[in-house]
């Protein structure tokens, strides 16, 4: 059974940055997608930006070019470099993952837009505070 747990949330002025960090146990997956979604209070949950087993990253419109999404294959860990926070990046940010090789319309390749499916798992969550 996976079991996916984040770390490095916290609070930070706007214009800083954060590192989250997502240990994955009992992941024996050749062929997968791993990635970053966030709620805000009161929003629906959107996704940021992922990554699949070969290293092709994905990221919405709202963090392109500010967040980078990476992995340590050999340590099962998946990072969110998050630079240039915004307020509007206040949310709970959730790891998730798919347990198989995404499809074209699998929500790895489509992070904040329609997808034709969810992750298998989800993490707990970390805070992600930004302030003006």
């Known amino acids: 059974q996976v079991q996916l747990v984040e770390s490095g949330g916290g609070s930070v002025q706007a214009g800083g940055s954060l590192r989250l960090s997502c240990v994955a146990s009992?992941?024996?997956?050749?062929?997968?997608?791993m990635g970053w979604f966030r709620q805000a209070p009161g929003k629906e949950r959107e996704g940021v930006a992922n990554?699949?087993?070969?290293?092709?990253?994905s990221y919405s419109d709202s963090v392109k070019g500010r967040f980078t999404i990476s992995q340590d294959k050999a340590k099962n860990i998946l990072y969110l470099q998050m630079n240039s926070l915004k307020p509007e990046d206040t949310a709970m940010y959730y790891c998730a993952a798919e347990l198989r090789e995404p499809s074209s319309g699998s929500w790895c390749y489509n992070p904040g837009r329609k997808s034709s499916n969810v992750p298998d798992a989800w993490g707990q969550g970390t805070l992600v505070t930004v302030s003006s």
């Open positions: 990554i699949d087993s070969d290293n092709y990253e």
């Open positions: 009992g992941f024996t997956y050749t062929s997968y997608c």
